[in-house]
């Protein structure tokens, strides 16, 4: 089992492990389009400097089955959302995690420009009253449930976010079972307010990568015992590209999620740039991809097509 030192994500229990990942990838399916631009309005241009971050909550259909507490980080400037509109990253927790234990890498994303939206699964996330793995499968329709939200937000008039939301550029992304959960969301006939996806330490679920062309980001350490490397590469090799694959030489289930250590500057580089790139349209993002992540006893990095 993981320790408690690996971010958000930590599994209880190996044999849980192995069932849940024995349960998700029993339907790895292909299905992307062939790669080709996304249709549209213009990206806007990416900030070309950091901004300061601000955070709010607030919970998603609080009377319902399923109410989903979310964590919101945003480019802030003078106390307030900073001026302009900015795409949106959907990020997924792992097992028995919370949106707070990933903030390392959600706060960072959010200086770069982006308003990133991170929910506590219902029965997933730590602290959860009816603890169920099992629920994964039904997580990618809470993070479609959030992207219907965050559009009315938007047009909601007096709420600090509105009129701030790029809603035809989302990107979902994830660890461990939020990786799969990220997989999930990208089915046949979905949004193209989807543009990419970033799968950490996960793989796909049944009826993953269909729909309208999404660039995909993989990264996977090496060593993970939880999800091993084979099940990352498998939902690699299935998902049509544009795709790129980061592996994290000898590293396991997400220590390199952690800021500080080994691994977390090529993953913040890398990431960060595939989101510039694939919500933006910056081509320069696109270009430093290949070197971002460039340490020869730390990771390897592969696409196909290079961006």
């Known amino acids: 089992m993981v320790g408690r030192s690996a971010p958000a994500g930590t599994y209880r229990g190996a044999v849980g492990v192995r069932r849940l990942v024995a349960v998700l990838v029993t339907a790895l399916l292909a ?17 070309e400097g950091p901004y300061a ?20 980080w945003y480019p802030a ?10 795409p949106v990253v959907v990020y997924s927790h792992g097992l028995d995690s919370l949106p707070d234990l990933h903030a390392g890498l959600t706060v960072r994303w959010a200086a770069a ?3 990133v939206a991170a929910p506590a699964f219902p029965h997933t996330r730590r602290g959860a009253a009816r603890f169920s793995r099992a629920d ?18 938007d047009g909601r008039r007096g709420d600090p976010l509105a009129g701030h939301l790029d809603v035809a550029r989302f990107a979902a992304a994830g660890h461990s079972a939020g990786g799969f959960t990220t997989a999930g969301m990208f089915t046949s006939g979905h949004s193209p307010r989807l543009r990419a996806g970033v799968v950490i330490a996960g793989g796909g679920l049944a009826g993953s990568f269909a729909g309208p ?29 544009p795709k790129a694959f980061l592996s994290m030489l000898g590293q396991g289930h997400g220590e390199y999620l952690t800021p500080g250590r080994p ?3 090529q993953v913040l580089a890398t990431t960060t740039d595939f989101l510039r790139w694939t919500l933006y349209g910056d081509q320069e993002a696109a270009h430093r991809l290949p070197t971002d992540a460039i340490s020869p006893t730390l990771t390897h990095y592969e696409s196909n097509p290079t961006p």
């Open 77 to 86: 400037q003078g106390g307030a959302v900073a001026v302009g509109r900015f």
């Open 213 to 241: 062309p999404a660039p995909l980001l993989f990264v996977h350490g090496t060593a993970d015992p939880v999800v091993p490397l084979s099940v990352g590469r498998a939902a690699y090799q299935r998902a049509p590209g």
């Open 136 to 153: 994964v499968r039904h997580q990618p329709a809470d993070g479609w449930r959030l992207i219907r939200h965050l559009v009315r937000l």
């Open 31 to 47: 299905g992307c389009a062939p790669a080709t631009a996304v249709t549209g309005a213009p990206a806007r241009q990416a900030p």
């Open 113 to 115: 420009g982006f308003v």
């Open 53 to 72: 971050v601000g955070v709010r909550t607030f919970t998603l259909d609080p009377g319902s089955a399923r109410p989903l507490p979310v964590t919101v």
């Open 263 to 265: 691994g977390f500057a």
